[in-house]
Every structure is written in C-alpha cells, then in structure tokens.
C-alpha cells in the first residue's frame, strides 16, 4: 500500500485547498476511502469517507458543508476539496482506506495544512 498526499500549504481563514491522494499498490477501485488529519497535540481524526465507487459520502460534523470529498478510480486518486477553511481546521491531513489502515498500519507522509492570517 503507498499513498501520497499533497495540496497542503498556507491559507488565510476562508480560504480554499484542494487535497490530492495518489495511490498505488492495492486496488483502489474496490476500497472504501478517507480523509483524516492530526492536528497539534491532537490524535487523528477521521474528516470525510467515500464510497469504493463514490456513490456515498459521509462527513464529520466539523467539515459538514465546507469539505467535499472526491475520488477517480480510473487515476487511483481521491480529492478533498476544503472551503471556508478556519484556524482550527490546521493539521497534516492524509489518507486511507480504513479497512487497509487497520489491517497494515501503513500510512502516507501526510500534507500539512494551516490556516492563518
């Protein structure tokens, strides 16, 4: 399993970032995914999942209506689209597919994300 996140950077509250997650090494299409993050001195949480083949979105109440989770089966790739970002949504963000996660352990570097003025 490799996944790599990227998109991360340096945002001003209310602004916008778009998350990409590349993968390889498993087959993408047959998995559920999601979006986590870790803030500071915070355990990680999960954001947002998608369906294996994105019929179906679920979202943490925190992100409700201001992140839209996304994937491309045929790219292997999943998208979080983040919008009226706030400070508190500041953490390194990655992705997975649980079932994988729990099973191997394995996760990305992660891209860091911080939103402040």
């Known amino acids: 399993v490799h996944l790599v996140e990227s998109g991360g950077g340096l945002v001003q509250p209310g602004g916008s970032l778009r998350l990409s997650c590349t993968t390889s090494g498993f087959t993408f299409s047959n998995y559920a995914m999601s979006w986590y993050r870790q803030g500071p001195g915070k355990e990680r949480e999960r954001v947002a999942t998608?369906?294996?083949?994105?019929?179906?979105?679920d979202y943490d109440d925190s992100v409700k209506g201001r992140f839209i989770i996304s994937r491309y089966n045929a790219k292997k790739t999943m998208y979080l689209q983040m919008g009226s970002l706030k400070s508190e949504d500041t953490a390194v963000y990655y992705c997975?597919?649980?079932?994988?996660?729990?099973?191997?352990?394995?996760w990305g570097q992660g891209t860091q994300v911080t939103v402040s003025s």
């Open positions: 998608i369906s294996s083949i994105g019929d179906s979105t």
């Open positions: 997975n597919a649980p079932t994988l996660a729990a099973l191997t352990g394995s």
